[in-house]
C-alpha cells in the first residue's frame, strides 16, 4: 500500500453518502451532518446489510482456516451479533418476522451456508489483501479536502487485484434472479466509481470493482452474482471532476454557515422533488415541514437524537495513521 496523506482534525472529509445526500437534498444534508440529528432506531434493511458484511468478513477472513461447517458457523454468530446489538432479536415472533422478512436470522443462515458453497472454490483460490480497509485520498486542486470511504475486500484472484463490495438486495427477477435494473445500476454508481478511485491510488492497479450481490428473497436463499465494474480514465476523470464541483459547494454553503450560525435564505436549500421517493417519505420532512431554520432549535426534536458524523471512528480512519506511522519508519530504517 502507498504511503498517502490522512486527514487531520482540520481537515473536512467527504465520502459518497454525504454527496449524495447533499444532491438528493441540501437541507437533508444539513439536519442530518451540520446539525449531527438522526431519526432514533434503525431500519431492518440497514441492519441486516451491517450484519451480512460482518459474517462476509469471517467468511473471506478464515475461509482457508476452517471447513464449510465451521466457518459457516462462526459468520451466522458474526450476523447475529451486529443484529442482536442493534436492538434486533435473534428469533422473532411470528409478528416480528412478518415486518421484517424476508429479512431474518433464519433467512440469512440459508443463505450464509448457501453463499459458502457457492464461493468456496474462489474463497480457497482468493489472497485476501484487506478487510474494511479505509481510504482517505487528497481531493486533486483543493488543499485540506479528503474523499474517503472504506473497500470491503480487496483480493488478488485469479491473477488480477480485485476490490469486492458485498451488497444485499431484495430486487427479484424471476428469470436470473436478480433485476436487470440492479445489475446495471452498479456501473453508474458514484460510490463504486469513488472506489476506484481511491483503491487505485492505495494499491495500484486495480482491475476491477466487483459487486457481490446477494439476493434476500423468503423462498430463493441461494441467488449470488458477481457484478464486475470497470471505467477507463476519462469516466474517472468526469466523476472526479463532478465530485469536486459538488464538494466546492457543499464546502463553501458550510463556511458560510459557520460564520453567521445560522441558515441565510436560500442556504442548504430544499429540494422539495426529493420528499417522497421509492422508500416513502424523507425522515427528516416533519422538521421541514415546521422550520424554516432548524438550528434555531436548542435540541434535536422527539424521534431524533443527536449523533454527529464522525468519520474517524465509523470508517476507522486512525488505522491510516498508523499504517502511514509503520511505512514511513520502516522506509527510515531501510
Not at 486542486?141 to 451488497?167: A, C, S, T, W
Not at 430463493?220 to 470497470?230: G, L, T
Not at 460564520?259 to 426529493?274: A, I, R, T, Y
Amino acid at each position: 500500500m502507498t504511503t498517502m496523506p490522512v486527514p487531520t482534525s482540520d481537515t473536512k472529509c467527504y465520502d459518497n453518502t454525504r454527496v449524495s445526500e447533499y444532491k438528493t437534498c441540501p437541507r437533508k444534508f444539513f439536519i442530518r451532518h451540520e446539525l449531527g440529528w438522526r431519526p432514533t432506531g434503525t431500519g431492518a434493511a440497514l441492519v441486516f446489510g451491517s450484519s451480512w458484511h460482518n459474517g462476509q468478513d469471517i467468511i473471506w477472513g478464515w475461509g482457508k482456516k476452517f471447513d464449510k461447517e465451521d466457518l459457516a458457523g462462526l459468520a451466522y454468530q458474526a450476523f447475529v451479533k451486529t443484529w442482536t446489538d442493534e436492538g434486533f432479536p435473534e428469533y422473532p415472533t411470528l409478528e416480528q418476522a412478518g415486518y421484517m422478512a424476508p429479512r431474518t436470522p433464519q433467512i440469512a443462515y440459508e443463505m450464509i451456508n448457501n453463499y459458502i458453497d457457492t464461493r468456496w472454490k474462489m474463497i480457497q483460490l482468493t489472497d485476501v489483501v484487506a478487510i474494511e480497509q479505509p481510504f482517505a485520498v487528497p481531493i486533486p486542486d483543493m488543499p485540506g479536502h479528503f474523499y474517503i470511504g472504506k473497500l470491503d475486500k480487496v483480493v488478488d484472484y485469479n491473477g488480477q487485484r480485485l476490490i469486492l463490495e458485498h451488497k444485499s438486495t431484495t430486487a427479484y427477477a424471476t428469470i436470473g434472479n436478480f433485476r436487470t435494473d440492479y445489475v446495471e445500476s452498479w456501473f453508474m454508481s458514484a460510490q463504486v466509481k469513488g472506489y476506484e478511485f481511491g483503491g487505485s491510488l492505495y494499491y495500484g492497479n486495480v482491475d476491477a470493482i466487483w459487486v457481490d450481490a446477494a439476493l434476500v428473497h423468503k423462498k430463493v436463499h441461494n441467488a449470488f452474482k458477481f457484478i464486475p465494474v470497470s471505467h477507463n480514465f476519462v469516466l474517472l476523470q468526469e466523476w472526479l471532476d463532478g465530485t469536486k464541483a459538488w464538494i466546492k459547494q457543499i464546502s463553501a454553503e458550510q463556511d458560510m454557515y459557520h460564520s453567521v450560525k445560522k441558515l441565510l435564505p436560500g442556504m442548504f436549500k430544499k429540494n422539495e422533488e426529493s420528499c417522497f421517493g421509492k422508500y416513502g417519505a424523507c425522515p427528516y420532512i416533519d422538521i421541514c415541514r415546521t422550520q424554516a431554520d432548524p438550528s434555531v432549535l436548542e435540541e434535536a426534536p422527539p424521534g431524533f437524537v443527536k449523533d454527529i458524523w464522525e468519520p474517524f471512528s465509523i470508517l476507522g480512519l486512525d488505522k491510516l495513521i498508523k499504517e502511514n506511522k509503520v511505512e514511513a519508519e520502516n522506509g527510515t530504517q531501510d
